[in-house]
């Protein structure tokens, strides 16, 4: 049974630093899309950051936050990480980690893809 479990999250001031990270277990993780998702009140889910285990080519960041975030893994490849620098009050939401298997990496960025959600960890940014 795959289980993700989110950690990180908390409150911040404009323009400081969170990680989050999500374990992951119940999954080889071979040819996988994994990647993190963030929902404000009213909005719809939105990709923040994915990846494919089998390539860095399809690695997605959203316009929003581009050069701002880094999605990485753990050496083991259990763990991702969310790395979230210069945060803004816009960046408040729950963040969601997600992962499912995909035989290609070119959809990885769309959260219909994902089967398998964590709980999600709140992050607010206050001005």
């Known amino acids: 049974q795959v289980q993700l479990a989110e950690s990180g999250g908390g409150s911040v001031e404009a323009g400081g630093s969170l990680t989050l990270s999500c374990a992951v277990s119940?999954?080889?993780?071979?040819?996988?899309?994994m990647g993190w998702f963030r929902q404000s009140p009213g909005k719809e889910r939105e990709g923040v950051a994915t990846?494919?285990?089998?390539?860095?080519?399809?690695?997605y960041y959203s316009d929003s936050v581009k050069g701002r975030f880094t999605i990485s893994r753990d050496s083991a490849k259990t763990t991702l990480y969310l790395q979230m620098n210069s945060l803004k009050p816009e960046d408040t939401a729950m963040y969601y980690c997600?992962?499912?298997?995909?035989?290609?990496?070119?959809?990885?960025?769309?959260?219909?893809?994902?089967?398998?959600w964590g709980q999600g960890t709140q992050v607010t940014v206050s001005s």
């Open positions: 997600a992962i499912d298997f995909s035989f290609f990496g070119d959809k990885c960025d769309r959260p219909s893809v994902y089967k398998h």
């Open positions: 119940g999954s080889t993780l071979s040819r996988h899309c």
């Open positions: 990846i494919w285990t089998e390539s860095d080519q399809f690695t």
